[in-house]
C-alpha cells in the first residue's frame, strides 16, 4: 500500500477548466416542481438527480459536479502502462465520464491520443466553461446499461473512473464485460475506484457502515471494487494487476489533504439526500452525524482505499 504522492496530482493545474459552469444550478431555494427541471432529472430533497438510473445514489447538479472536478484534481493518475502509447496516439474510452475532466486534462496531455467520453448525463461541454473543447475529445450521452454504441475492438484504453457503485451487484459484471468488449486485443482495461468504506475513527466508520446499508438495499455491494480483477480474470484478460493506494482524508501532502477533506464534506452533502429519505434519518441528524465524523477524521489520519485495477485484453480473446 502507498500514499499517494504530490507527483499524481500536479498534471492537472494548468490544463483543467478555469471555470465550471454545469447545466443546472444546485438551488438554494429548491423549487418543488420536477416541471422546473430539464427532461431526464428529478428532485430529491432540493437536489437534481438523473432519473435513468435510479439506484445511483448521488444527485447531478452544481455542487456534485463541483465535487467531481475538484477530486480529479487530486486524483488525475492511472497505472495501466499505457503512458508511452498515450503519447505516441492511442484511442481512449472514459466510461461515465462525469464532467469528464479527467479525458479533458488527459487529452491536453497527450495530444496524439483520441479520447471519447460517455455519460448517462451531459454534464460534459458545460464543465468545459469558457474553454475550447481539445481537438481530440468527444462525448456522447450514453446509458452503459444500454450498451455502448462502439463496434467490438473499438479503444486502445478503456477506464471507468469512480464509476462501479453505480451499478447493482447483479449489472456490474455485464457493464465489465461491455466495457472489455470494446478494448482493442493488446489493449487495456482500467477501474479507479473506492469501495466506499473509509478507514478512520467509530464515527466515520459508524456513518459509513450506513452508506453500505443504503447502497445494499440497493444491490450495490461496494466490495465488490475490492475483487474486480477476478471478474478480469474470467473474461480471460491478462497481465491483471491491482494497485490498493492509500488516499488520506485531511492529512499528507497539503494538496491531497485540504481537497480530501473538503470532499468528504461535499460527498456527505451529496450523499444526505438519499441517506435522509432511506434511512428515516433527519437532515439535521444526518448533519451532526457527517460534522462529528469529519472533525474525527482530522484527528484519526483517515483514508480512503483507491483500488486501481488493469489488465491487457489478449490478441485472441472470445470477449465479444
Ligand atoms: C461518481 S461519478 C464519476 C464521474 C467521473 N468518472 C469522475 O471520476 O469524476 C459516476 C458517474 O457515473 C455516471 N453514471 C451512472 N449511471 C450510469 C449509467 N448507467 N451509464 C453511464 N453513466 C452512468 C453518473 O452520471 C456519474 O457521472
Known amino acids: 500500500m502507498s500514499i499517494l504522492a504530490p507527483t499524481h496530482i500536479t498534471l492537472s493545474v494548468a490544463q483543467t477548466p478555469a471555470s465550471v459552469s454545469p447545466t443546472m444550478d444546485t438551488p438554494k431555494d429548491p423549487p418543488l416542481s420536477d416541471d422546473d427541471l430539464p427532461p431526464g432529472y428529478r ?14 445514489v448521488m444527485p447531478m447538479d452544481s455542487d456534485e459536479l463541483d465535487r467531481l472536478n475538484e477530486m480529479q484534481h487530486t ?34 496531455l497527450y495530444p496524439s491520443s483520441t479520447f471519447t467520453g460517455t455519460d448517462l448525463v451531459d454534464a460534459f461541454l458545460d464543465s468545459l466553461g469558457s474553454i475550447t473543447p481539445p481537438l481530440n475529445l468527444t462525448f456522447q450521452v450514453v446509458d452503459t446499461l444500454k450498451g455502448l454504441p462502439f463496434p467490438d475492438a473499438s479503444f486502445d484504453y478503456v477506464v471507468q473512473r469512480f464509476g462501479a457503485l453505480s451499478f447493482s451487484e447483479l449489472q456490474l459484471p455485464g457493464v465489465i464485460r461491455e466495457l472489455a468488449r470494446v478494448v482493442k486485443p493488446g489493449g487495456w482495461i482500467e477501474f479507479v475506484d473506492t469501495d466506499a468504506s473509509p478507514h478512520g475513527g467509530p464515527l466515520l466508520t459508524e456513518l459509513w457502515s450506513k452508506v453500505n446499508l443504503m447502497l445494499t438495499m440497493r444491490d450495490i455491494n461496494a466490495t465488490k471494487i475490492q ?32 481537497g480530501t477533506a473538503r470532499n468528504l464534506t461535499r460527498a456527505h452533502d451529496s450523499l444526505k439526500p438519499q441517506m435522509t429519505l432511506v434511512l428515516g434519518i433527519g437532515n439535521s441528524e444526518f448533519d451532526r452525524m457527517a460534522e462529528d465524523a469529519e472533525e474525527e477524521s482530522k484527528e ?21
Not at 428532485?43 to 445511483?56: K, L, M, T
Not at 475483487?227 to 492529512?251: A, K, R, S
Request: with cysteine; glycine share 10%.
Open 43 to 56: 428532485w430529491i430533497e432540493g437536489r437534481a438527480f438523473a432519473s435513468e438510473n435510479p439506484i445511483y
Open 75 to 108: 486524483i488525475l493518475n492511472f497505472k495501466a502502462p499505457v503512458e508511452e502509447d498515450l503519447k505516441c496516439g492511442i484511442s481512449v474510452l472514459d466510461v461515465g465520464c462525469g464532467t469528464g475532466a479527467w479525458s479533458i486534462s488527459m487529452a491536453s
Open 227 to 258: 475483487c474486480l480483477h477476478e471478474d478480469l480474470f474470467e473474461l480471460g484478460f491478462e497481465q491483471i494487476t491491482y494497485n490498493q493506494v492509500l488516499l488520506p482524508i485531511g492529512w499528507g501532502p497539503s494538496e491531497v489533504g485540504s
Open 300 to 320: 484519526s489520519k483517515a483514508y480512503w482505499d483507491i483500488y486501481y485495477t488493469f489488465g491487457r485484453k489478449p490478441e485472441i480473446s472470445n470477449v465479444e
